[in-house]
């Protein structure tokens, strides 16, 4: 498959007055054309931080890249300079967050917005563009756009906002979409209906989508592969099915466990995952999920553990029947 970004060993870490946090820690991975690749974990464990550093859109001091290459396109996006990056965010590569409001101007008119990224993007005449944003705004199925390019963002309902981002993220036809928990403050009927929208979309510009979720729901519908991340660190990567019928990395197990089904029984426990992360202030010697571990073992402790390839494309790093375990353990000595 023809790749569009590779990230290699990439390490950011975070300057504070208590020290430096290594927020993500060594990451490798591609994205393939047209491909949508899940990004999933707890809260704090490296996704957001990731897809904010191939949009360069950490704030930087105080975060920096310690190491690594995020290639897209070919062209190594770290070495680009900040106007470089501005002419390939929004253009080449698109983001939507939660949070509509942080990409859409609350004091401009949404058509306005819209054909003004089409004037800059696609170098129509303000006359095409205002067709086009019209005929954008139907794909996005807001309702009367005739009427509605002419209101502000507040006159929008938070599900038809997160439909105008969409749009507006689209305007440039991008290779590449980044969604930060795109419909995570949406109900689920709207949520649905986004992401099919998002699908829908993608096929017509044969785009590529990172999809960043805590929500392994949505992770099973909408994407190819699964990179599952934890305290900064990739910890196990497999196509979807892989992910979710042959799990192989104690954490992922934990994660899938702590999801409702529809046919559980209502007496059954929903199993939370029990402890806490680790502190990245001082990342463990060893495996970072040691402390949470059931099956932990003598060399988790003190040694990082290895890549461990099930199949051409499912990895775990995991020690847990790993070939090299004993040798690790035996270095101890
Ligand atoms: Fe558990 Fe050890 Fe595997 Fe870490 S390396 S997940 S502690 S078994
Ligand atoms: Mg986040």
């Not at 591609?30 to 690749?37: A, F, L, M, P, Q």
């Not at 170098?123 to 209101?151: F, G, T």
Request: aromatic letters at 6%; a neutral charge; proline letters at 6%.
């Amino acid at each position: 498959m023809e790749k569009i970004l590779e990230v290699k060993n990439l390490s950011v870490s975070f300057k504070t007055f208590f020290g430096e946090v290594e927020a993500v820690r060594d990451i490798s991975f591609n994205v393939g054309k047209s491909e949508t690749v899940a990004i999933v974990g707890e809260s704090g464990c490296g996704k957001s931080v990731t897809a904010n550093s191939i949009m360069q859109l950490l704030p930087m001091p105080p975060a920096f890249f310690k190491n690594g290459e995020i290639i897209f396109d070919g062209n190594n996006l770290l070495k680009k300079s900040d106007k470089e990056m501005q002419a390939i965010r929004g253009n080449e590569i698109s983001m939507v967050f939660q949070d509509p409001m942080t990409s859409l101007n609350p004091t401009m008119k949404i058509g306005k917005q819209i054909v003004e990224g089409l004037v800059k993007h696609r170098k129509l005449s303000k006359e095409e563009a205002r067709k086009k944003a019209i005929e954008m705004l139907n794909l996005v199925a807001v309702p009367q756009p005739e009427k509605r390019i002419n209101q502000y963002p507040h006159e929008f309902s938070g599900g038809m906002r997160q439909r105008v981002m969409i749009a507006l993220a689209m305007v440039s036809a991008p290779k590449l979409l980044i969604a930060d928990e795109p419909t995570t403050a949406l109900d689920v009927t709207v949520q649905a209906q986004i992401l099919e929208l998002m699908r829908e979309i993608q096929q017509k510009l044969d785009m590529s989508i990172i999809l960043i979720t805590h929500d392994l729901g949505i992770v099973a519908d909408m994407s190819d592969r699964v990179i599952v991340m934890y305290a900064g660190q990739i910890v196990e990567e497999g196509t979807t099915e892989e992910i979710f019928k042959n799990t192989k990395h104690p954490y992922t197990k934990k994660l899938l466990a702590s999801v409702p089904r529809l046919d559980m029984s209502r007496e059954e426990p929903l199993h939370s995952i029990e402890g806490t992360p680790p502190d990245l202030y001082i990342p463990p010697k060893g495996c970072s999920f040691y402390d949470r571990c059931d099956y932990a073992l003598k060399v988790c402790k003190n040694h990082i553990p290895e890549f461990d390839n099930h199949s051409g494309t499912h990895q775990s790093r995991c020690w847990l029947n790993h070939p090299m375990a004993k040798v690790a353990e035996g270095s101890e000595a």
